[in-house]
């Protein structure tokens, strides 16, 4: 029974050696100096105030993309003993001794660093030579640009590892799907896939792209599988279902759980609340919810309440109204009817306050029991600190003339009578008689005798206005618009009759305890809205560039410049590599449509197993090129040269595979094959060549005179930065 103690315990392993040493080289090339230079590097002074937010749990809305990267970036602020305190306001700011420089740019550089080895075995994957692999590997080795990405706090370089990850384990699953389909390696390699993309959509939307094509990929290999007549119903069905479930269904959860540990994680009010509704900012610690805790959930007539319109665009505000009457006659010449303004406010202020009023009743105090309202039900908003009575008519809006004037009723005694009715319509009520609720319901106000709704335009009034925003009666509303939703923020039952003791309740603040948390989904989907349709600063930049110069390599961008000396740190890319990835691209392409050719005109030069791997490894590589490159040409915003790493990668992993192909395939004799290699080695010598002489513009530990900087300076729209003497 205790035989097995007689004898030693063997484990036995295969190690690849080539992706061992690459590793370690990986490591090498990115985590050297890495706290170096110890200030805020470009685009670290973006990332980390968000970082901050995470370490003090207070929430925040980034329009660039989804969570997972900040949180990434933020883990390895908190593995460090981060403890978020420090203004992030100046590129080129010294870090305090707090900010733990290595911990915060660790994730990234390791990201890059296992890009290298990740690049050799999705060539080998490819069924390519080790020849081919290991050239792949040592291309994303001294590639400048992508070195100087991944040692900084940035997530191009971690976008770039899932995008790798995602086509490696698709090639693993579908290499093991010929031997081994639905073994636990199976399983491992396909769950893996649809994770990795996941991944990388939860970085930046960019990383759509690329689960894209591999979804594509895949449905291609599904297809041919369906026509497998060597395999029952069942079993097709089988592979079918799995590939659902773990290319459609896992990535989406996967990326619903990287919101819920977002919003898990920050808890708290923050500087970006008002972008939210009011529903949303009630959820945080602090803010709103402080201001709006328990109060009565349903609005009654009597009720005093402060409207939000649902919009946000261009600021959040509210329904305002205050003294002024709209002037006679306008700059163009137009007349008014000279009513009590109606506006839209960016401020708290106590004239946003209104009165819930029932039209049958004179009392303007809630009932004992309160009498809700309901969808559907006709009410009257009075404007608590004057009195009057929101209405509209058929007179033209001061500056949107198709829509009608909104006011609020001042009796001249002229021919114009007051028209104040208005019915409440609620957007998202779940019955027909669902009642109108604090801060849950999103209502329309409907005008009972035009039809008009009452809606933000979101034009700034002239100075008689006080620049508020003018809100107006559209007829014309075709469906479901934010700007004619409006909500109610904060709301207290009303107590008094008498206007003075009114004024002093609309002075004095709410007080009630009573939690109002919308569910997980119902906060995602506003976040996940409002992340999509957040306009981001697209001011020119000094630095920024279009998609046809990153091609050429005809911009730069000068990350960082010492204080005292010349050292400097630039992103900028191994001229080399790029106009050889470029080149090895377009001679892909042409080689493709002359196989192409001669296979229809059956001279077939390939064997079908190389064939396929060519087919194959153009779909990723240059699929992955034009997918990670093409869409920039559509987008409207500033763009920078680090948007075309990610496209960059994959021509990295086509251009050996090409120089394979031409080795194996047009070289016909062994002296051709023999000059051949000798070029390729006099090639890479040359890329190894510019990488050291740029190594000082991608380290940034070296500084250089004038004169070397100069000679650096190899196109006319490179910028690098020459101190004056």
């Not at 691209?585 to 079908?608: G, N, V």
């Amino acid at each position: 029974m205790w035989g097995f103690l007689q004898h030693p315990v063997v484990v036995t392993a295969d190690v690849n050696l080539n992706i061992l040493v690459l590793t370690l080289m990986g490591l090498l090339s990115r985590l050297w100096q890495l706290t170096y230079p110890r200030a805020v590097v470009f685009d670290e002074v973006y990332y980390g105030q968000y970082i901050s937010f995470y370490m003090k749990r207070v929430f925040f809305l980034d329009g660039s993309g989804p969570p997972f990267g900040h949180m990434l970036l933020a883990l390895g602020g908190y593995l460090g003993g981060f403890d978020g305190n420090f203004l992030w306001n100046r590129i080129g700011a010294e870090y305090g001794s707090n900010v733990p420089v290595w911990s915060l740019r660790l994730l990234p550089a390791l990201a890059g660093a296992l890009s290298v080895p990740m690049a050799y075995q999705i060539v080998w994957e490819l069924r390519f030579s080790h020849c081919a692999a290991m050239g792949a590997a040592l291309l994303m080795l001294i590639e400048n640009a992508l070195i100087t990405q991944s040692r900084l706090m940035l997530l191009e370089s971690v976008l770039i590892f899932f995008n790798l990850l995602a086509v490696l384990s698709y090639l693993k699953f579908s290499n093991s799907q010929k031997h081994r389909p639905f073994s636990l390696s199976w399983w491992l390699w396909l769950t893996m896939t649809g994770v990795a993309c996941a991944c990388a959509v939860g970085i930046k939307y960019m990383g759509a792209f690329t689960y894209l094509l591999v979804l594509g990929v895949a449905a291609v290999h599904t297809w041919h599988l369906i026509g497998d007549r060597t395999l029952s119903n069942v079993r097709v069905l089988c592979h079918v279902l799995a590939r659902v479930l773990a290319l459609l269904v896992l990535p989406v959860v996967t990326y619903l759980l990287f919101f819920y540990v977002h919003l898990v994680l920050l808890y708290r009010s923050g500087p970006h609340d008002q972008i939210m509704s009011s529903a949303f900012q009630a959820s945080l610690e602090g803010g709103l919810a402080r201001v709006a805790q328990g109060q009565p959930l349903e609005v009654a007539y009597g009720s005093q309440v402060t409207l939000k319109s649902a919009f946000g665009k261009p600021v959040p505000c509210w329904l305002h109204s205050h003294q002024h009457p709209y002037p006679m006659i306008y700059e163009n010449g137009r007349g008014s009817s000279h009513q009590q303004q109606v506006t839209c406010y960016p401020f708290k202020d106590v004239n946003n306050w209104w009165i819930i009023k029932d039209p049958g009743r004179h009392q303007l105090e809630v009932s004992n029991p309160p009498r809700a309202v309901r969808h559907g039900d006709v009410v009257q908003l009075v404007h608590g600190m004057t009195t009057r009575l929101l209405n509209t008519h058929d007179v033209a809006a001061p500056l949107s003339p198709h829509s009608q004037e909104v006011s609020c009723y001042v009796d001249y005694n002229i021919s114009m009578p007051a028209q104040n009715l208005w019915r409440l319509d609620i957007v998202n009520r779940e019955s027909p008689a669902d009642t109108w609720k604090t801060i849950l319901s999103e209502v329309r106000l409907v005008h009972v005798n035009t039809s008009a709704i009452l809606k933000l335009s979101g034009a700034h009034l002239p100075d008689w206005g006080f620049q508020q925003l003018e809100v107006v009666g559209e007829k014309l509303s075709r469906g479901y618009h934010e700007s004619a939703v409006w909500n109610v923020e904060e709301h207290r039952y009303g107590t008094s009759q008498e206007q003075k003791e009114r004024e002093l309740e609309l002075h004095s603040p709410t007080q009630v305890d009573i939690s109002r948390n919308l569910s997980f989904m119902a906060r995602f989907s506003e976040l996940q809205w409002r992340m999509l349709t957040v306009r981001s600063d697209d001011s020119e930049h000094k630095y920024s560039s279009t998609p046809l110069d990153w091609v050429t390599l005809d911009t730069n961008i000068a990350y960082w410049l010492h204080p005292r000396t010349s050292a400097q740190i630039h992103l900028l890319g191994n001229v080399v590599i790029w106009t050889s990835a470029g080149l090895a691209t377009a001679l892909y392409a042409l080689l493709f449509l002359w196989h192409l050719l001669r296979r229809r005109r059956k001279i077939c030069d390939l064997p079908e197993d190389s064939w396929r791997c060519w087919v194959l490894a153009g779909a990723l590589c240059v699929g992955g090129w034009a997918v990670n490159y093409l869409p920039f040409f559509l987008m409207d915003k500033t763009l920078f040269l680090y948007h075309y790493l990610p496209a960059l990668t994959f021509q990295i992993l086509l251009l050996p595979v090409v120089l394979q192909h031409l080795s194996d395939h047009l070289c016909r004799s062994q002296l051709q094959r023999s000059l051949f290699s000798a070029l390729v080695v006099a090639w890479y010598s040359s890329a190894c060549h510019v990488f050291n002489m740029l190594r000082p513009l991608t380290y940034g530990d070296k500084s250089l005179s004038p004169s070397e900087l100069k000679a650096l300076r190899w196109k006319d729209s490179w910028h690098i930065l020459i101190r004056k003497s």
